[in-house]
């Protein structure tokens, strides 16, 4: 592993001091020794960032003068993390040792036992001789930050739970004398309708209020989520990000709190050192104009694309991925292609796409294209596989059958065996009595046909009519052809 650099000399706003106000850092869910696995060899870069981004945030504490750092759960990625990481991170925490930092079990990393991370020997060797300023809080409790602050705590012992973690807080806080600011903390999924699940460790709305609470540190899901219970409770996320769909993650909360009984003072800071950003590559853009292949930057064009000049789809991704280009080294990238393309294209599309994303720090192709085939690729496939090119003629006329969209391949394609335009072939999902080879005595209806009569078309196939969706048929056809492909490879 190389080596991490902790920065001490960030630029920051000015923390006033102020009598009596207590500061503090609220991060969570790092997930620290996250596998990455996707990304094959680089996802030791990835894993190595957030200790970097742990560095960040905790230098960040140091520059506001923050009276705590608070870790409301999943510090780690799982309880089977090695020994070498755990010390990786210890000797993070000791490059800060004013900083006092509470570090609370989650759902990802709970203090289930013997065997949990919790137990290791580095964590029990945590004596205050050797390292006061970590305290990994085991049990339900109550800790005092000072003469003016408490902070209480109710961390996990399983992954999963219906029971609302933070009731523990409701009679423990009860006991603290009312001038005293309460600060809250634990870990799980806030009971918003429809957006969490029952066995999530469900957190009420109104948590923070209930437990007569000041602040509540809470942490699981990974996008920042502030303003809930009158602005006092705060999900802040992943400090890094960990996913694509993370579109407000990289940040963890600095807190203020003047006195008992006010509104705390939220600000959301950035920490993150790697950016996951998507592009798409649309095959469905038209041949470019002169003015937008102009515009494609040189270094942007790998040396394995052909001499001529690129197609619309090309230029405009071109001109996009440019724009990402300077941050290349802390990027992680998807390029998710779409539009329909033939299987030649799409491969000779992936190779300059591969050479194209190759100054990243890691990256990601995702096919979410359908099937186009060029009348000499139809040809082809007639001759050597008629059964396929069948099925594919009719799951076309199926779709217009069910859905009323046209879609037909670059040509109709012809019968190629007489029988199967004679004989009623169930092998075939019962389409064969709406294939391009029909006798003229059926033809295709020029309006949708209606919802009973798709449903009796479907019946004899036991088809379910909402099954058949215009994504249903995308992926069926890219499974039949990638079939096709892997058997004739």
Same mark, same amino acid.
């Not at 009312?178 to 903390?185: N, R, V």
């Not at 993150?272 to 494609?296: C, G, I, K, Q």
């Not at 001499?307 to 996009?320: G, L, V």
């Given at each position: 592993?190389?080596?991490?650099?902790?920065?001490?000399?960030?630029?920051?706003?000015?923390?006033?001091?102020?009598?009596?106000? %207590? =500061?503090?850092?609220?991060?969570?869910?790092?997930? !620290? #020794?996250?596998?990455?696995?996707?990304?094959?060899?680089?996802?030791?870069?990835?894993?190595?960032?957030?200790?970097?981004?742990?560095? =960040?945030? !905790?230098?960040?504490?140091?520059?506001?003068?923050?009276?705590?750092?608070?870790?409301?759960?999943?510090?780690?990625?799982?309880?089977?993390?090695?020994?070498?990481?755990?010390?990786?991170?210890?000797?993070?925490?000791?490059?800060?040792?004013?900083?006092?930092? %509470?570090?609370?079990?989650?759902?990802?990393?709970?203090?289930? #036992?013997?065997?949990?991370?919790?137990?290791?020997?580095?964590?029990?060797?945590? @004596?205050?001789?050797?390292?006061?300023?970590?305290?990994?809080?085991?049990?339900?409790?109550?800790?005092?930050?000072?003469?003016?602050?408490?902070?209480?705590?109710?961390?996990?012992?399983?992954?999963?739970?219906?029971?609302?973690?933070?009731?523990?807080?409701?009679?423990?806080?009860?006991?603290?004398?009312?001038?005293?600011?309460?600060?809250?903390?634990?870990?799980?999924?806030?009971?918003?309708?429809?957006?969490?699940?029952?066995?999530?460790?469900?957190?009420?709305?109104?948590?923070?209020?209930?437990?007569?609470?000041?602040?509540?540190?809470?942490?699981?899901?990974?996008?920042?989520?502030?303003?809930?219970?009158? #602005?006092?409770?705060?999900?802040?996320?992943?400090?890094?990000?960990?996913?694509?769909?993370?579109?407000?993650?990289?940040?963890?909360?600095?807190?203020?709190?003047?006195?008992?009984?006010?509104?705390?003072?939220?600000?959301?800071?950035?920490?993150?050192?790697?950016?996951?950003?998507?592009?798409?590559?649309?095959?469905?853009?038209?041949?470019?104009?002169?003015?937008?292949?102009?515009?494609?930057?040189?270094?942007?064009?790998?040396?394995?694309?052909?001499?001529?000049?690129?197609?619309?789809?090309?230029?405009?991704?071109?001109?996009?991925?440019?724009?990402?280009?300077?941050?290349? @080294?802390?990027?992680?990238?998807?390029?998710?292609?779409?539009?329909?393309?033939?299987?030649?294209?799409?491969?000779?599309?992936?190779?300059?796409?591969?050479?194209?994303?190759?100054?990243?720090?890691?990256?990601?192709?995702?096919?979410?294209?359908?099937?186009?085939?060029?009348?000499?690729?139809?040809?082809?496939?007639?001759? =050597?596989?008629?059964?396929?090119?069948?099925?594919?003629?009719?799951?076309?006329?199926?779709?217009?059958?069910?859905?009323?969209?046209?879609?037909?391949?670059?040509?109709?394609?012809?019968?190629?065996?007489?029988?199967?335009?004679?004989?009623?072939?169930?092998?075939?999902?019962?389409?064969?009595?709406?294939?391009?080879?029909?006798?003229?005595?059926?033809?295709?209806?020029?309006?949708?046909?209606?919802?009973?009569?798709?449903?009796?078309?479907?019946?004899?196939?036991?088809?379910?009519?909402?099954?058949?969706?215009?994504?249903?048929?995308?992926?069926?056809?890219?499974? !039949?052809?990638?079939?096709?492909?892997?058997?004739?490879?």
């Amino acid at each position: 592993m190389s080596e991490i650099h902790c920065q001490p000399n960030l630029i920051c706003a000015d923390s006033e001091e102020i009598s009596g106000m %207590y =500061r503090f850092i609220h991060s969570a869910d790092w997930q !620290l #020794g996250a596998r990455f696995s996707q990304f094959g060899a680089r996802a030791e870069a990835l894993r190595h960032a957030r200790l970097n981004t742990l560095c =960040r945030t !905790l230098s960040l504490a140091r520059q506001h003068a923050a009276d705590a750092v608070l870790i409301a759960g999943d510090l780690f990625e799982d309880n089977q993390i090695s020994d070498s990481l755990v010390l990786s991170v210890i000797d993070v925490f000791r490059e800060f040792p004013e900083l006092p930092i %509470y570090i609370l079990p989650g759902n990802h990393d709970p203090h289930t #036992g013997p065997d949990c991370v919790w137990q290791r020997k580095a964590f029990l060797a945590l @004596a205050p001789a050797a390292l006061g300023n970590v305290h990994v809080i085991r049990e339900a409790g109550v800790i005092s930050l000072g003469p003016d602050a408490c902070l209480i705590a109710s961390p996990l012992h399983q992954k999963r739970s219906t029971n609302d973690p933070s009731l523990k807080l409701v009679d423990l806080a009860a006991t603290l004398p009312a001038d005293t600011i309460k600060i809250g903390m634990t870990h799980g999924s806030l009971a918003i309708e429809s957006k969490h699940k029952p066995d999530d460790f469900p957190i009420a709305l109104n948590a923070a209020t209930r437990a007569g609470l000041d602040y509540l540190a809470i942490g699981h899901w990974h996008n920042w989520l502030a303003d809930i219970d009158g #602005g006092r409770i705060v999900m802040p996320g992943t400090p890094e990000p960990d996913r694509f769909s993370n579109d407000d993650s990289g940040n963890v909360a600095l807190v203020e709190i003047a006195s008992s009984g006010q509104l705390p003072r939220v600000q959301k800071l950035h920490v993150a050192t790697l950016a996951w950003r998507e592009l798409e590559y649309d095959f469905s853009l038209a041949a470019a104009t002169p003015d937008v292949v102009a515009s494609v930057p040189a270094a942007v064009t790998p040396d394995a694309a052909p001499a001529a000049k690129p197609d619309a789809a090309r230029a405009t991704f071109s001109a996009s991925l440019s724009t990402l280009s300077p941050q290349a @080294a802390t990027t992680i990238l998807r390029i998710v292609m779409k539009g329909a393309a033939s299987p030649s294209t799409l491969a000779e599309t992936r190779v300059w796409l591969e050479t194209a994303c190759s100054p990243f720090l890691a990256s990601q192709i995702v096919d979410a294209t359908t099937l186009s085939l060029t009348a000499a690729e139809i040809s082809d496939l007639q001759s =050597r596989h008629p059964i396929l090119a069948q099925v594919l003629a009719d799951i076309d006329r199926l779709e217009t059958l069910a859905t009323g969209a046209a879609v037909p391949l670059a040509q109709p394609l012809q019968p190629t065996t007489p029988a199967l335009a004679q004989q009623p072939d169930q092998t075939f999902v019962s389409a064969v009595a709406v294939s391009p080879s029909v006798p003229p005595s059926l033809p295709l209806p020029a309006q949708p046909l209606s919802l009973t009569e798709v449903q009796n078309i479907l019946s004899a196939s036991k088809i379910e009519l909402a099954q058949l969706t215009p994504a249903f048929f995308a992926r069926l056809r890219q499974t !039949l052809f990638q079939n096709l492909q892997d058997v004739t490879r």
